[in-house]
């Protein structure tokens, strides 16, 4: 419940220390299928907390590459090959 209350940031951190075991929960509760899912969790919230970072402090994040790019899922089709 306390996780609730965690900025992006700190979320990032706090799995970032988890145990694989424990991840793998997570990422079963969410869909994500067990073999890719601790590692998918950890990069696209590292992601989402630099993108929201960036917001928050007015910069520029369109034509600007992700410094911490997340994976795409395999299952999800990603449209990175027509952008």
Known sequence: MA???LDFGPLSIFLSGMRYADLKKI???YGI???DGPH???SWIR?????RNA???HTRVWNRPLI???PCPIWVHCLT???
């Open 68 to 70: 911490d790019r997340p």
């Open 81 to 83: 090959s027509i952008i």
């Open 33 to 35: 299928p067990s073999r």
């Open 55 to 57: 917001c928050a402090h």
């Open 47 to 51: 992601s989402i907390s630099a993108l």
């Open 3 to 5: 996780v609730e209350l």
């Open 27 to 29: 990422a079963a509760s």
């Open 40 to 42: 998918l969790i950890k």
